[in-house]
């Protein structure tokens, strides 16, 4: 059953009562006021017996009073260090039932000895004397009256101690007794009515830190379990998208090696580019959900290096040329220097720039979308125009919110959950760099992120090789022969026929002892595409490298439906190619005509 969440009040009605240990809490600053208070007496009453003696009096009863609060002193301290030893060790019930009388006690008693000053000096004082001794005794009932109440019973037996004093009144003022006895009364009763105003104020305060921390309490269980939850939706995410890649993956290959035998059909031509965009969208669907998945949680850090700008808006053109063509619109790139180089993180900037062209063909009905890069000081500003609905300007405070999208997405774009622009705004964030739009309603729209830039004569290739802007799709008729590792028959099979389309020699594995076996029958494989997750927890990446080093003359990648794996990192890291289910066609088509290409220029 769902506990519903306390309200805390500024004031707590004044029935409520602090636990067991919160009243162990006012015991023990009541017990504190007290030590210290035991602790000033000897001094206090030196001092009044050098001033009663040097009025005439006898200072023998006050010097016995003062050396008597001497193992009083010790008493206390001894009974302090019990009274904190049993607090350490037992329960706050126990310590309540064995301390709260006993501390009483010592209140009472100090409270008599307070008021036992008065019949001691009581024979030869002056009147100037009997008035300090009282003013003082007054002021200590008003102190303790702040600074004791924490523990009421306690200060009550104090104060009842100290009060039996008023009964000397009429010996100790016996001229002035009837006007300073009522005087002496009403301001003792103003005292107490004080304390307890003090005391309800310290239980007030005990109760509401009590509420606080049971509040702390149940945040940290609840934020604790929303870590949890998220944790398990970022695996639940990852294991589907993994599932969930392996038959697009296998759909998009077979796609293509559908066209290659029904190319001619200018019917089965036009579904299957129908098919080919509806398998891009959900591509892009997929990364878009665990891109903010993995940041959201954390797991994604920036690892920022230089990236060519050239080759960046050369794989907007190979990742989204295709995709324009088929919505009639023209996607145009305007070329960057060779050298111009933006310090990022070559994944989240590459991510980021893709979900704005994603986002801004998606939003384009007619004319084209243009990606450029310009140099801003000592930053490069990557803008995306487009001549789309545009974006109204109270919207575009809010267009990077996650799930909001505009009222022109709703009227003219049908589907999309605003996911895209999300991503591009943590993804920025997290390389500390900016983003921002341009827009007019029904003009079009500009998004920009803005990018310091890297020392010159430093180059981190990203991990997809580009091709030169425009040169479109690759031409078939590859030659070859090419080993794939996988687990999954269906992906197999799609890898066979398509790569086998393309002209090439095709063999398969599921293991690294099947792969060996097609290398002990003579196979020697000019290109290796390995998967991550293999049966039996056998790992891709370990399979790929004990390939490649039977295999010194091949070129080897990885190819995976996971985004985090620590081997993908490591392959990364290492220079390997590491391509994500669902392989765009044409991107693969283009990676083995160089792959191949470059073997055949080297014999």
């Known amino acids: 059953m769902k506990t519903p969440a306390p ?64 193992p009083a002193l010790w008493g206390v301290r001894r009974l302090h260090r019990r009274y904190l030893q049993d607090q350490a060790e037992r329960t706050a019930a126990d310590v309540l039932a064995t ?58 037996a104090q104060y009842l101690g100290m009060a039996s004093g008023l009964a000397l009144m009429p010996w100790a003022f016996p001229d002035h007794w009837y006007f300073a006895l009522p005087m002496a009364v009403v301001m003792n009763i103003v005292i107490y009515q004080s304390s307890l105003s003090v005391q309800r104020f310290f239980v007030r305060q005990v109760v509401l830190e009590e509420r606080s921390r049971d509040l702390a309490d149940r945040y940290r269980v609840a934020s604790s379990a929303a870590l949890d939850a998220l ?43 129908q098919w080919r965009q509806s398998m891009r969208s959900v591509n892009h669907m997929f990364n878009t959900l665990l891109d903010l998945s993995r940041i959201e949680s954390g797991t994604m850090q920036a690892r920022p290096s230089p990236v060519s700008v050239a080759q960046l808006l050369d794989e907007v053109g190979l990742q989204f040329g295709e995709d324009a063509r088929a919505r009639g619109l023209a996607l145009r790139l305007r070329p960057a220097p060779p050298d111009a180089l933006l310090w990022a993180d070559p994944a989240l900037v590459r991510q980021a720039l893709f979900n704005l062209v994603h986002n801004a063909l998606r939003y384009t009905t007619q004319g084209g979308v243009l990606v450029a890069a310009r140099r801003r000081g000592g930053q490069w500003c990557l803008g995306v125009w487009d001549t789309g609905t545009g974006v109204g300007e109270q919207e575009q405070t809010r267009i990077f919110n996650a799930f909001y999208r505009g009222e022109a997405a709703h009227t003219n774009v049908p589907g999309g959950h605003g996911l895209g622009l999300a991503v591009v705004a943590r993804c920025v964030a997290l390389m500390g760099a900016r983003q921002g739009i341009r827009s007019r309603a029904g003009r079009g729209s500009c998004f920009w ?37 996988d687990d999954e028959p269906q992906v197999l099979q799609a890898w066979t026929a398509l790569l086998d389309g393309w002209g090439l020699d095709v063999r398969t594995a599921t293991s690294l002892q099947q792969a060996c076996g097609q290398l002990a029958a003579g196979f020697m494989p000019d290109v290796v595409f390995c998967d991550e997750h293999l049966g039996q927890g056998e790992s891709g990446f370990a399979v790929l490298r004990a390939l490649l080093e039977r295999c010194p003359g091949a070129r080897g990648a990885m190819v995976s439906g996971e985004m985090d794996k620590p081997s993908l990192r490591e392959a990364q890291d290492e220079g390997y190619l590491v391509l994500h289910k669902p392989v765009d066609p044409y991107t693969l088509q283009d990676l083995l005509s160089r792959w191949l290409k470059s073997d055949k220029n080297r014999f």
Not at 26 to 55: D, E, H, Y
Not at 99 to 107: D, E, H, I, P, S
Not at 128 to 138: E, G, I, Q, S
């Open 7 to 70: 309200h805390i009040s500024a004031d707590p009605p004044e029935n409520d009562a602090p636990s067991d240990e919160g009243r162990v809490r006012l015991l023990t600053a009541s017990f504190t006021r007290l030590r210290v208070g035991v602790l000033a007496m000897p001094f206090i009453g030196l001092l009044f017996a050098l001033l009663f003696a040097w009025q005439g009096g006898n200072p023998a009863g006050l010097l016995a009073w003062s050396a008597l609060y001497l």
């Open 99 to 156: 301390w709260q009388r006993r501390l009483q006690k010592v209140a009472l008693c100090h409270g008599l000895a307070l008021a036992s000053t008065v019949a001691l000096t009581i024979d030869g004082a002056t009147y100037d004397f009997m008035l300090l001794l009282h003013v003082t005794l007054m002021g200590i009932a008003a102190i303790n009256a702040v600074q004791m109440t924490a523990n009421l019973p306690m200060y009550r």
């Open 231 to 273: 944790a398990e939706k970022n695996h639940f995410l990852g294991a589907a998208a993994h599932d969930l890649r392996q038959p697009v993956h296998a759909m998009a290959l077979l796609a293509e090696a559908i066209a290659l035998h029904g190319q001619h059909d200018a019917r089965l031509a036009t579904l299957l580019q």
């Open 449 to 485: 992120i803005a990018l310091p830039s890297a020392p010159p004569g430093e180059n981190h290739p990203l991990a997809i090789p580009a091709v030169p802007n425009g040169a479109g799709r690759p031409s078939p008729g590859l030659f070859g022969q090419c080993l794939v590792v």
